[in-house]
């Protein structure tokens, strides 16, 4: 059974009619939604009717949307936009150990403009503590920065308690929205966030193509400069075929995320228990139930996730050793450092996310040969007798 993905929190393939909506603006639709013409105006059109699909999936209103390359551009510029426009009234920013490296790497970037970070620890599920957060916020706080759900271990943020705490301080919230929007309910007013970031990519869209909320009034300085393109909000001439994408994507996400979650939840959750039951010193990582319903990772002691990886793919099944974005290194992953994790445990960490395509065949399947290829590595692993 070869072929069998469960990688989807790197990124997911793009959905059919996701395809069958953009093909026309990489073709005949091929106007700059900038021109006058009848050509341009086709294009504005679309981006207006995909404005509002994506506004719609996470209850804010379209003149509330602006379009970016990604989740990455939409983080930097939430930050950045944030920092610069309010440092005359204070120059500090709470976030959060576990962040994505765009939210952690702006971070630092800011401190070297000399703004004060506070990185908050996790507990041992990966959840800040808002009451934690509560005592770190000073008079100089201008941004609180955490996501809604973590990549590596698909933890949710307690966002909704952070959210009205912020709101009560008149301190600006940044959500990294991009692991969960799409798969989970996202209401912009319900969290009481200012600013959201999500990307297509993520669920069934294109890549290059996502998505800032930033909720009217919010003080904010746009990051790209060279145009007026978004009400000058984000210079540059749009990806149109991308963000029609988008929006068909948010729009199909919107209606089938119900059923979806709720058939992923059951897939999962197969797969959680027959991990646990099935092989010895297996952990699961991240929060049991706050979690994302397509998201099971795991430690596995004694080995090297990369080398679970490897047997598997020889196998036909693609998994990830942590974060798809830095599986590249070797170093345990800094998500389960924060976590509290033992380094020699970390490092046997596997994350499998499953997505549409995926069938209780491919679970079984999985489970079925992951165990001799644990075993295997354990026999020849001298990590096997440190944990
Ligand atoms: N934030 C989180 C939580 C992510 O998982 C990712 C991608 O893996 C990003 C941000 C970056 O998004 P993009 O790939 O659209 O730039």
New binding site residues.
Partial sequence: MPGIYFDH???TPVRPEVYEAMEPFLREHFGNPSSFHAFGRTARQALDEAREKVAQLINASPAEIVFT???????NTAITGVARSLASQGRHIITCAV??H??LDTCRALAGEGFQVTVLPVDRHGRVDSGELREAITDGTILINI?H???EVGTIMPVEEIGAMARERGIVFHC?A??SAGKVPLDVNGLNVDLL?L????FNGP?GA?ALYVRKATPWQPLMHGGAQERARRAGTENVAGIVGLGRASELAGRDMAGEAARCRVLRDRLINGMLAGLEDVVLTGHPDKRLPMHASFCFAGVEGEAVLLGLDVKGIAASSG???TSGAMDPSYVLMAMGLDTAVARGSMRFTLGMENTEAEIDYCLREIGPIVARLRSMSPLAGHC
């Fill in positions: 929190s790197a990124t390359s990604g989740g990455t551009e939409a983080i962040e994505h765009a939210s996501m759900a973590n990549n990294d991009v692991q970031s990307s297509a990519h993520k890549k996502g974060s798809a974005c």
